[in-house]
């Protein structure tokens, strides 16, 4: 049990030093970032509620009051999922601007993720069962200098030569201007059209990291005493590959991929911004070059957050899978 | 895959004894025992003279390029010509001169943040292994809180408050978020060294800690170090490419990076100019495969299980 009380505890430090560093990261700028947003939204609009300026201080920093009182309030605020309006889209508070966002992040980057682990954990299996083979040269290779290419730039390219060039793709953004959000064919075919080009621009080097950790992992454990004295048994190669290799080999894929789905939360800043895709990575710019320090925040927590209990729930799994570990940790 | 170095090294002994054998050889060509090691290897010593290219290339940026990278006084959005190889940007200048002066900025950011991160990571990892008990706790935990945090959310709000914009600004983010990998591996290599014989015995001699460090522990772990200094590199590059490509670099500064912002707003994609959109990336790419090259051959030489048999 030592193991999980230690990781449980881990998890609850780590969410305190992120909620924490969210706290202090605009209080320890120069200028009072609190005050200018207020005084912008005061000026942008007649109709503002104090309640809402107060909500921002909390977040941000109020001029007076000691550090520590203000420090109090911003748990209270935090813990009531009270984070503030948002300066650019004002009156809208910055949980439903995140609330709208993450549909879009979740489906795309969730499923991308989802199919380039379960490509990459197969093409790595495929390299390290034929090892040294031509197959194996060209699966790592392949990766290493698909690995090289700022993905970035793969995305721009992908525009310019599907959606410019062979008008196959619609260009940039999540949906067309003919159809709204709801569930209607329409919407769905539409939006899975400007979908294809991110997905595959998050698919080229997706599997990348899986290929080589799954192969690594693999002709590691391969190499241990019990896969050779299977082969010793004269056990099937195949049945030695999957049982006594894969099976060990994948323990560190899957928490990596535990994280990866956490990590999801904060979608892909590089792609949604190349693709204009209105998804949290994009949102995150948005606030960023808008000064929108309330909702720029949020999201940088939001997305600490989904990492962390990812984290602690990889953790929690590898526990269970792996009775080496929570030996280790206790020895 | 690779071609299998002379000697392949394997855990304790066998890596001091090649290293030994690197060192003899050195002595006679005055080389440094590690860049024998790697020069030998096929591919490390491709990435070697790539790199070696990119930086003749950065040194020599001002006199290779033909025009100033920022004199935007050309016909804007020009295709490539006779006298503009890259053509023009939408603001009329010339894509060539910057892809030049773009690999200076890249190398320096890598340079610097590498060699930042490095230290920072270098200080805590050798703090937190040779100390052990609460400080190891303490700085354990924060190691672990760097490696978890997501790296570009927090350079994008960091380099957001910022109220200038400069280089130094973006290295010292990049290395401020990258530093947290590199430590964890230097604790846990200065944990297995710290309770060998010979450090046991510089402690009887009456060594202080620092010394300790300094002259005993530190120079066997040049190779990790050497790892550690290429892989936040790469990193940094990367991150800086990254950051500047969402306009949120040094504006005053010309980069592979702020090149590709600049087409992708310039309406490179509209009006055709290929080779403005293709050369930047192309560039970025191919410094870092020289990285991954590189890493070949000192991933053969400090982990033996990524070795071919």
Redesign the interface.
């Known amino acids: 049990m030592a193991y999980f009380a230690r990781r449980f505890l ?1 998890f609850i ?2 969410l305190w ?2 909620v924490t ?1 969210n706290f202090l ?2 209080r320890l ?3 009072d ?1 609190a005050e200018a947003i207020v005084s912008r939204l005061a000026g942008q609009s007649e109709s503002i509620d104090p309640a809402q300026l107060q909500a921002i201080r909390i977040m941000l920093g109020t001029p007076d009051g000691n550090l520590f009182e203000q420090y109090l309030q911003y748990l209270g605020a935090v813990v009531q999922g009270d984070f503030g309006v948002s300066y650019t889209y004002f009156p809208y508070s910055v949980t439903h601007m995140i609330g709208q966002a993450l549909p879009w992040t979740v489906i795309l980057v969730g499923v991308t993720q989802i199919i380039s682990f379960i490509v990459g954990t197969l093409l790595g299996t495929w390299a390290a069962y034929r090892r ?1 083979s031509r197959v ?2 060209v699966i ?2 392949g990766s ?2 698909l ?4 993905f ?3 995305a ?2 992908l ?2 030569v599907f959606a ?1 060039t062979l008008r196959w793709f619609p260009e940039r953004g999540g949906y067309g201007g003919g159809s709204s959000p709801g569930w209607s064919w329409i919407f769905i075919s539409d939006a899975f059209q400007h979908s294809v080009l991110p997905a595959v621009a998050l698919l080229i080097t997706g599997p990348i990291g899986w290929i080589i950790g799954m192969r ?1 992992n693999m ?2 454990s391969l ?1 241990e005493d019990h896969a050779r004295l299977a082969v010793a048994r004269g056990l099937p190669r195949r049945r030695i590959a999957l049982t006594y290799g894969a099976r060990i080999a994948i323990l560190p894929n899957v928490t990596g991929f535990a ?1 990866a789905l956490g ?1 999801v939360l ?1 979608g892909t ?2 792609v949604e ?2 693709f204009n895709y209105p998804g949290m990575g994009r949102l ?2 948005e606030s ?2 808008s ?1 929108d ?1 309330p909702l ?2 949020a ?2 927590l939001f ?2 957050v989904g ?2 209990v990812a ?1 602690f729930l990889a953790d929690l799994l590898y526990g269970f899978l792996d009775p080496r570990v929570r030996k280790a940790e206790t020895a | 895959m690779s071609t299998p170095a002379p000697a392949v090294p394997a855990p304790g002994a066998d890596t001091e004894g090649l290293q030994v054998a690197a060192t003899e050889q050195a002595r006679h060509s005055r080389l440094p025992g590690w860049f024998v090691i790697l020069w030998r290897n096929g591919k490390c010593r491709i990435g070697l003279l790539m790199l070696g290219a990119f930086v003749l290339v950065a040194l020599l940026a001002p006199l290779i390029a033909p025009y100033d990278p920022r004199g935007d006084d050309f016909p804007t959005s020009l295709a490539p010509t006779g006298g503009h190889w890259l053509g023009t940007t939408a603001q009329g200048e010339d894509v060539f001169s910057q892809l030049i002066v773009g690999a200076r900025t890249s190398l320096i950011v890598g340079l610097a943040a590498g060699l930042l991160s490095t230290l920072i990571g270098l200080v805590i990892g050798l703090t937190a292994g040779y100390l052990q008990g609460w400080v190891d706790e303490v700085l354990s935990f924060l190691i672990n809180l760097g490696l978890v945090v997501p790296a570009l959310p927090l350079m994008v709000t960091l380099a957001a408050y910022a109220p200038v914009r400069g280089l130094w600004l973006i290295i010292a983010v990049i290395s401020v978020t990258g530093w947290a990998y590199g430590a964890r591996i230097k604790r846990s290599q200065i944990i297995t060294l710290r309770t060998r014989d010979y450090i046991t015995a510089a402690r009887f001699a009456g060594d202080g800690t620092a010394r300790i460090i300094a002259r005993e522990i530190v120079p066997n772990m040049t190779s990790l170090i050497v790892v550690g200094f290429m892989g936040a590199a790469l990193g940094a590059i990367g991150g800086e490419a990254g950051l500047a490509f969402l306009g949120l670099g040094d504006p005053q500064t010309v980069s592979w990076g702020t090149m590709l912002n600049q087409a992708s707003l310039g309406g490179a994609l509209l009006t055709g100019q290929w080779a403005w959109l293709i050369a930047p990336g192309l560039a970025l790419s191919l410094l870092i495969t020289s990285f991954t090259l590189i890493n070949f051959g000192i991933d053969a030489l400090s982990n033996p299980h990524l070795r071919e048999d």
């Open positions: 881990f430090g780590t030093a992120a560093l990261i605009p700028q120069p200028g970032p040294n194996d040269s790592t290779l290493t200098f690995g090289t290419l700022p970035f730039w793969l721009l390219l525009i310019y410019i690594n002709v590691q190499g994280i990590s904060g800043v590089l911004t190349v995150l710019l960023v070059s000064r320090y720029m925040q999201i940088f997305t600490t990492v962390l984290n």
